[in-house]
């Protein structure tokens, strides 16, 4: 079954913790990005990779890292120093005429 | 002034008419779009690419492009309630696999019966 997968589909955090959220995908897709998406809000870009090893900063990227060690990953660490981390985060890859959506991972600070 | 602009809406619409979306973007260099559905609490999902001036046509929905003007639009014929979704305007500089992909805040929209 082809596509991007993002887990978990839930995922809860504590003050001071740092999360990692996986994105896998299998479209052979070079090219990968990370959102966040706050209720009523449009989708604001944290970080996105146009190939292994190799990403850059989007317009929010304070508070979060990324890695891009292999062509089917993207995973994304919401560190501590993201002070308001509750929201909807969507991973997304992208070939020449398409770009697909995973299923988002809902994070909640507790 | 924002990369990708969209009406945030409501844009309400009888049941079988036609919804027209639109989309302005402010770099020239912006190359290929792409139109997207998003239901409450979902994922977007793809509806539409198009990066070449004029119209693309995919069943009831068709891109318009103009890049000389700056805008891209999505109409909707025969509406249903089930299109009833928030609509996302994305715009990438590049043909290809790289580049960020910017979206606007999107349009929302309400077929009524």
């Known amino acids: 079954d082809g596509g991007i997968t993002q887990s978990p589909k839930y995922l809860f955090r504590k003050e001071g913790q740092n999360v990692t959220l996986s994105c896998e995908q299998n479209?052979?897709?070079?090219?990968m990005y990370w959102y966040r998406q706050d209720p009523g809000q449009g989708l604001r870009l944290i970080y996105y990779?146009?190939?292994?090893?190799?990403?850059q900063k989007g317009d929010i990227a304070e508070g979060y890292s990324v890695s891009r060690e292999k062509k089917e990953s993207f995973p994304l660490t919401v560190t501590s120093a993201q002070k308001n981390p509750t929201a909807f985060y969507l991973c997304?890859?992208?070939?020449?005429?398409?770009?697909?959506f995973g299923q988002g991972t809902r994070l909640t600070v507790v | 002034q924002k990369e990708v602009e969209q009406n945030s809406g409501p844009l309400s619409v009888p049941e079988g008419a036609i919804a027209s979306l639109n989309c302005t973007y402010s770099d020239r260099g912006s190359q290929s779009f792409f139109w997207y559905r998003q239901y409450s609490g979902k994922s977007p999902e793809l509806i539409m690419f198009?990066?070449?001036?004029g119209d693309k046509e995919d069943g009831r929905f068709t891109a318009q492009l103009n890049k000389a003007s700056q805008y891209v639009s999505l109409l909707i014929r025969d509406s249903q309630p089930s299109d009833s979704a928030t609509y996302l305007c994305?715009?990438?500089?590049?043909?290809?696999?790289?580049?960020?992909?910017?979206f606007g805040t999107g349009t929302q929209l309400k077929v009524e019966l």
């Open positions: 479209l052979n897709h070079d090219a």
């Open positions: 198009i990066y070449s001036n």
């Open positions: 990779s146009q190939i292994v090893n190799d990403f």
């Open positions: 994305a715009a990438t500089l590049g043909m290809g696999g790289g580049n960020k992909l910017t």
């Open positions: 997304a890859s992208r070939g020449n005429t398409e770009a697909f």
